[in-house]
């Protein structure tokens, strides 16, 4: 019976651990969605860098990043409710 209580311990683990890779996965994906919207709203926004940006410029990046943020939103939404349904 030790062999057979072992061996549900070891699952359990790799259960766990395949939980946490997921997780990180899913945290580098998000990190690289990040990083490629940054890059995106400031090519679209900022025509010469400067040390400060004038009104338009604000504008642009906040309404950028406003999108990244209700789009991310919505993403994550839609997969929360993916998993609630099991994966389906």
């Known amino acids: 019976m030790a062999g057979f209580s072992s061996s549900l311990g070891a699952a359990a683990g790799d259960a766990e651990l395949a939980r946490l890779l997921a997780a990180e996965q899913q945290k580098a994906q998000l990190q690289l969605k990040v990083h490629g919207f940054t890059e995106l709203c400031w090519d679209k926004c900022v025509e010469k860098p400067s040390s ?14 406003e999108r990244f943020v209700d789009t991310t939103l919505a993403v994550t939404g839609r997969f929360a409710q993916m998993v609630q349904k099991g994966g389906h």
């Open 52 to 65: 400060r940006f004038d009104s338009r410029t604000e504008a642009c990046l906040q309404s950028c990043v």
